[in-house]
């Protein structure tokens, strides 16, 4: 199966799995914070909590900002994680509708923001696909009111946007090392930021609240969790960054191909990546035209069938039985119209042109029968 998206994992993986395997110290080490600088260079940001999730980074984040009674504006079309995590900190979530290319619409936040921006405090957005938001207009916002900003970025590591590294610019920043992510460490995750109390405190809250104090003793000062990242993953981590850029260019390479042979054809549209942006490419999505749109499931059910490892992204998170119950119905109609539209395509550094070229030639047979029979 040519899956969505998919882990490189190489013999020098393999290696440095291995050897810290042998290391005396499996979890606790040096590696974890070996880790953490190099993400920090990497993105260009001063301090970085490695975890055990992006779940867990973002329930920090959250924590950190001490939500608790407040609202958060996020994003419906997501990971469940993304508002979540805010429930889990006490806060309560508030969905903005989306823009055609999956991300936050910065209007419709700052639309929200001028009606009562009081009791607000902090807002979630989410680099959908690995496409960075507007982030000049959103961090506008953000200082304007005053309220902090979470980048949940868990898609974009080594994305651009105008020369910055997206997950550098918000307070605080979210990636993901789950296999389907850009890098993987098994699970894992970390959290970003140029504010060192920030950070500081999630290292606390990352191990129980508790530091060492001296011979046996210790205090605990917070309320804390296990959300530790092993040394094992660590070593993993470092190396898998140290690949990133490589794999972003296959990725790219994949993703370009796509464009071209999808222009104008009469089945779909695709996102278009603005010029002073770099995507990850963490998916390739297709948004199907409406008139596919009761087909889907038949769509989706032929590529598989085909061996083309399709998924969709997101159900909205308001459709969850959970957040109907806490919520009531909640329509946002950009965020529904993309649900019903769209399919991420195999796009990842594994595959070669000819996949791709697989992919495109069934799923253009795919829609052309389908297209047949509706019209019937
Ligand atoms: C994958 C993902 C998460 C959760 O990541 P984990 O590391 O699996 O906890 C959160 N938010 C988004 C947008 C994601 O894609």
Redesign the pocket.
């Known amino acids: 199966m040519l899956t969505y998206s998919h882990q490189n994992i190489d013999q020098s993986d393999i290696e440095v799995i291995l050897k810290a395997l042998k290391d005396e110290i499996l979890t606790g080490g040096k590696k974890v914070e070996e880790f953490e600088k190099s993400l920090c260079e990497y993105v260009g940001v001063k301090y970085a909590c490695v975890l055990n999730?992006?779940?867990?980074?973002?329930h920090l984040a959250y924590k950190i900002l001490n939500l608790k009674d407040k609202i958060v504006l996020s994003t419906p079309l997501?990971?469940a994680?993304?508002s979540n995590t805010a429930l889990m900190a006490g806060a309560k979530v508030e969905f903005i509708d989306i823009k055609s290319d999956g991300n936050i619409d910065e209007n419709k936040l700052e639309a929200r923001l001028k009606k009562d921006s009081k009791n607000i405090g902090a807002i979630c957005v989410?680099d959908f696909g690995g496409n960075s938001v507007e982030m000049d207009e959103i961090l506008y916002l953000s200082k304007k009111y005053n309220i902090p900003l979470i980048d949940?970025a868990?898609?974009a590591l080594g994305a651009n946007y105008k020369d910055k590294k997206v997950g550098s610019m918000a307070d605080l920043n979210?990636f993901?090392?789950?296999p389907?992510?850009p890098i993987t460490t098994f699970?894992?995750?970390a959290l970003l930021s140029n504010n060192e109390d920030f950070i500081k405190k999630a290292k606390l809250l990352r191990s129980h609240g508790i530091e060492k104090k001296r011979l046996w003793d210790s205090d605990m000062y917070e309320l804390g969790y296990n959300y530790r990242l092993s040394d094992v993953a660590c070593a993993l981590g470092i190396n898998q960054l140290k690949k990133l850029d490589i794999n972003l260019e296959k990725r790219e390479r994949i993703a370009r191909f796509y464009d071209e042979e999808f222009k104008n054809n009469p089945y779909f549209s695709t996102i278009k990546i603005k010029d002073y942006k770099k995507s990850s490419r963490?998916l390739y999505p297709i948004l199907l035209f409406p008139e596919f749109h009761c087909k889907k499931e038949e769509i989706f059910k032929a590529l598989i069938d085909k061996k083309i490892g399709v998924q969709v992204h997101y159900k909205p998170t308001y459709e969850f039985s959970f957040y109907k119950n806490l919520m009531g119905n909640i329509r946002l109609e950009n965020a529904d119209h993309f649900y019903r539209a769209e399919l991420s395509i195999p796009c990842h550094q594994e595959m070669s042109l000819e996949d791709a070229k697989f992919v495109k030639e069934n799923l253009f047979e795919i829609l052309e029968q389908v297209k047949k029979a509706y019209c019937e």
């Open positions: 999730s992006a779940t867990s980074a973002l997501t990971f994680a993304t989410v949940d868990s898609h979210v993901s090392f789950h389907v992510k699970e894992g995750g963490h």
